[in-house]
């Protein structure tokens, strides 16, 4: 006899297979799903359901769009001619809370990691070259992160994809942190923060 | 405009509801469950609903159960007359993983918290004094968690709530955990099983 009702297990086990949720904590949101009222259990399944169904990737940049193309491939306000190549849809959110960028995005859906057999071809990397040789497009910034894979990707995208178009690549800056503390600095942060050294303002 | 489309903006909303989801474990769910085939992800909410239209609480001890009582309940191989009360249904299955206990179960369904406004009156106790008066029962033991909030409760339900019964009731020792260290023992723990201590078998 297993320890628990049947649907109970079978929860558990669906909600272990979420990232980040491990047996206990599947365990916890099982029982608080089992306490709270029905409807709040459901509106959490519906949820689910309807993003599946509204929800898809943006047929130009593969961020998360609710028709055909995103909400930001579809503002005319955006400058369509500088582009901005992400990991993620989730770091679209990041960078358009800065207010700094005002041009249209590429999610690669991914990063290279040979480690786990990821290549270029799991990722959006030909679709950026179409794109590329498709639009008119003038700058190409790599917003890949500042990690191992994303670097690696950055520098295949700009020495293999990139290359025979006439684009500026660019990259993010690496450096010291806003109010970060040059004595917690780790040395290779400082290091790239001296390499990029500019002139003061 | 928001960053992302609005049925993924409801779908992160709704899983930083659940228990030890904070908005970026949300986010990364919300992700992972738009990248995952729509019958993987359809096959988590149709947990969640299954859960909630199949499984209540037994209608006398208050643990998870597909029917009106739950498997231990209905098992007649269990001994009636000896009661565990804990605090929740999972508390059930890390008793019932020590093969120790072949008695019933009593769930309170919680555990007093004057700071949190959770009284007896919010928790399975006049259900327990009920059953202690009507079925035949010799032996309750009190498994609520050994911290301030168990102990209180344990010592509510011994002093006013089973006083007036002829029934034995007993608490879970206290003491160093097995395979632990007296050097890393905290005092409290170190005191209870100095006071526990027992003949030299």
Redesign the interface.
Known sequence: ?S??????E??I???G?????GPK?A?????????VD?V?????????????E??TFCERCYN???GAN??ICT?PARDQSILCVVE???D??AL??TGVFKGVYHVL?GVMNPLEGIGPENLKIRELALRVAAEDITEVILCTNPNLEGEMTAAFIASKVLAPFEVKVSRLASGLPVGGDLEYADELTLGRALEGRHGFS
Chains 1, 2 share one sequence.
Do not use: W
């Open positions: 006899m320890a628990y009702a049947r649907p109970v079978v929860l086990d669906e909600l297979r979420l990232p980040g949720i904590s365990q916890r949101i099982a029982f608080h799903l089992l306490k029905t709040d259990a459901r509106r959490l399944a519906d949820a689910i359901v309807a993003m599946k509204n929800v998360v769009a609710e995103c909400a503002d993620e849809p989730k679209i959110a358009e809370k859906l």
